[in-house]
């Protein structure tokens, strides 16, 4: 079966430059999600997307924006890049309508590092 | 807010034995779902297990299986048969209900080891 998938698996920057993730869900799913998860830590919720308009946000820097296209596929951008910014960070799909699963499907993520 | 606890930041079992992670968690809502994600050293977040609260059946899923109990807002996790592939972090997750893209809201996590 087809999975979420995330570009690039790995990412190295230097402080202040900007970067772009980019999260392909499972066909068929109406809804991205993307979370943050440091090193030690549990997943933070950051930005939510569902049929394509945003719709729910957590704790996510100004400096970080996100959308989602009209085949869903979803990109994160990042700008003015930390050390802080570190971490992996997850896109995961679900499928919202017309059913009571709703289960979220995690892709590999993306290991960001800034140097 | 909702907001999940895993009080065992660490475990360890025997292969082929049975082991218990706990979950607790806290909302005022009456209708949600609680999952078990399993993530390997690889860092993959795996699905193990999904309950819907509003089923009292608890769920099973091969050699996994949960216990809710939604009275008490507590939720774990039973793994049986235990094998050296189930060493791995396990976050137990809570979502609300209502269709639309619900945030999961994850505990703290529990390692788990497997001695040979």
């Known amino acids: 079966a087809a999975g979420v998938i995330q570009s690039p698996r790995h990412l190295i920057k230097e402080k202040r430059e900007t970067a772009t993730l980019k999260c392909y869900p499972i066909p068929r799913h109406d809804t991205v999600y993307w979370y943050q998860q440091g090193p030690g830590q549990d997943p933070q919720f950051l930005i939510s997307f569902y049929e394509k308009m945003q719709s729910d946000k957590g704790s996510i820097p100004d400096r970080f924006s996100a959308q989602q296209f009209s085949d869903y596929h979803s990109e994160l951008n990042m700008s003015s890049l930390e050390l802080g910014d570190s971490a992996l960070y997850f896109c995961a799909s679900s499928l919202e309508k017309a059913t009571s699963d709703r289960t979220q499907y995690f892709g590999p993520g993306t290991r960001l590092l800034v140097l | 807010a909702q907001t999940v606890t895993q009080s065992q930041p660490e475990m360890s079992v025997q292969e082929a034995e049975t082991v218990t992670l706990s979950c607790t968690y806290d909302t005022s809502e009456s209708d949600y779902y609680l999952f078990w994600y399993k993530q390997p050293p690889s860092r993959q977040m795996i699905l193990v297990i999904r309950?819907?609260?509003?089923?009292?059946q608890n769920a099973t899923e091969n050699r996994f299986s949960v216990n809710f109990q939604k009275a008490a807002k507590s939720f774990s996790l039973k793994i049986s048969d235990s094998q050296l592939g189930d060493a791995a972090m396990y976050f137990c997750?809570?979502?609300?209900?209502?269709?639309?893209?619900?945030?999961?809201?994850f505990g703290q996590g529990t390692r788990l080891t497997i001695n040979p």
């Open positions: 997750a809570y979502r609300s209900y209502p269709q639309g893209a619900q945030k999961l809201v």
């Open positions: 309950q819907e609260a509003y089923k009292q």
